[in-house]
């Protein structure tokens, strides 16, 4: 039980590793309180899915569609990385194997953890593209403290309630750290950006064929993605849905602007927006076949595939047209 194999064929026991977990987060749980116990669960809510599921339209739909369209692209794929390296380890949650830890829900594997990835992306992101016009002192000492913090708290939120071993965490924020470091560097390379701007500029001229190598990157990614994860295909439908509506939402002639408009247009695109996601994520699951059909991950795909393409096309789409931006 709580076995690895390693390249070479051998298997390797993580029990010891395991159990020096359940005594770091006994050793956290003596020294907790109701506060903190309050505390770590404010945190963890900031790492948790619906959270994004918050703030990402909120920035893809009223604050900036282009930094929108990197930070969510860039979420999904360290999801369905981490959806895939959890499948693969297959290391059940600290509470399986002592339920007295057990201070809040979590459901799938433990390692790594995706509160733990996850914030190291969005957090990271969110500071040094979204306030990269701020050069003072005290502005880098805000971006800095947001990116180092708040995956700092969330990740050992996981810890203090039970739901990761600490190696869970330390192993999320390294992955996430070097997914968000490298696309950072990528999008901040002047050659790279030079090299967008020319297939921007060219996609007037080539049309349907350079629309078409895109639609193909994103297809090979979220296949990637599907491979690596088995049955679990929700990170690659999403990726391909959410990448596909953005290629064709910025083909368009009349372009979509998350920056103009009223406080109450994008009040507005919000409650639209969200409303539009919660009808397609709750009205496909009921209507999609479940777990025990042989076409479920097929269906899973379809289904946030669509919800990505509601996101980055069907929604911005919808908000110009009843001229809400």
Known sequence: MFEITTMDGTTQ???GILDWGLTVIHAFQAAGNPALTLIARFFT????????????PVLFWCIDEKRGFCIGLTLFL???????????????????????????????????????????????????????????HRGLALRIAVSFALPFCIGLSRVYLGVHYPTDVLLGWAIGAVISVTALVILNLPFIQRILAKLSASATVA??????????????????????????TSMGGLVFGFAAGYIFLTEREIRF??????????????????????ILYFGLKTVFPGEASAYYALFRFTRYAVIGLWASLGAPVLFMKFRLA
């Open 13 to 15: 026991s993580l029990s």
């Open 45 to 56: 809510l900031l790492g948790d899915p619906v959270a994004y599921a918050i703030i990402l």
């Open 78 to 136: 360290s999801n369905g990385i981490n959806v895939a390296v959890k499948e693969n380890l297959q290391i059940p949650r600290p509470f399986m194997r002592d339920p007295s830890v057990q201070l809040a829900q979590a459901t799938g594997f433990s390692t790594p953890s995706g509160h733990s990835q996850n914030s190291a992306v969005l957090w990271p992101m969110l500071a040094w593209l979204l306030f990269n016009k701020t050069h003072s």
């Open 207 to 232: 049309g349907r064929s350079l629309r078409t190598w895109k639609l193909a990157v994103a297809a090979v990614a979220a296949l990637a993605l599907n491979a690596a994860s088995g049955s679990d």
């Open 257 to 278: 602007s998350a920056a103009q408009g009223t406080l109450a247009q994008k009040a507005l695109r919000i409650a639209a927006g969200l409303a539009g996601l919660a």
